[in-house]
């Protein structure tokens, strides 16, 4: 996985607790204040939330910024335009694209319990990280689909 990360290469028995021992290298965007993110290629692994504890996407780009935008405006068809999933709660980058598909296709198969607590221990104020880039806030009421 690089820079020396343990990243379980399965799902986590329903029996186990998820260990938290592993780092996760962007801690949810508190990075920012150190490393600015790079203007061009780099694989990033994105949790959307339609709103604290709501529905769930995970996602993988080479460009999250650019991704941001497309999903906050609508652009993308499909499930988080549909559902209002468009608030940023967590990232993580990788050094190679390779390395952040093989990342996600793990989270898509994790259960929702694992992908909440993966959130909420980098993130736990549900915190859309997108806004620490210049995004607009989204506005804090609860989507609902018509």
């Known amino acids: 996985m690089g820079r020396g990360w343990r990243v379980p290469s399965a799902p986590f028995s329903r029996n186990v607790n998820i260990p ?13 204040r ?7 290629f780099q694989p990033t692994v994105y949790l959307l939330a339609s709103h604290r504890q709501g529905t769930l996407y995970v996602g993988v780009t080479s460009d999250l910024l650019r991704r941001l935008h497309q ?5 993308i068809d499909g499930f988080t335009k549909d559902y ?15 390395h952040a598909i093989t990342r996600e296709k793990r989270i898509k198969k994790w259960n929702r319990a694992w992908k909440i607590a993966l959130i909420e221990a980098a993130n ?8 620490d880039w210049g995004f607009d806030p989204l506005s804090s009421h609860r989507i609902v689909r018509g």
């Open 124 to 131: 736990p104020d549900w915190r859309d990280l997108a806004v």
């Open 84 to 98: 209002g999933v468009h608030r940023l709660v967590w990232f993580e980058q990788h050094g190679t694209m390779e």
């Open 34 to 40: 150190r490393v600015r993110m790079r203007d061009t």
């Open 20 to 32: 938290f021992d592993f780092g996760i290298p962007a801690q949810a965007g508190t990075h920012l």
């Open 71 to 75: 999903h906050r405006e609508g652009l």
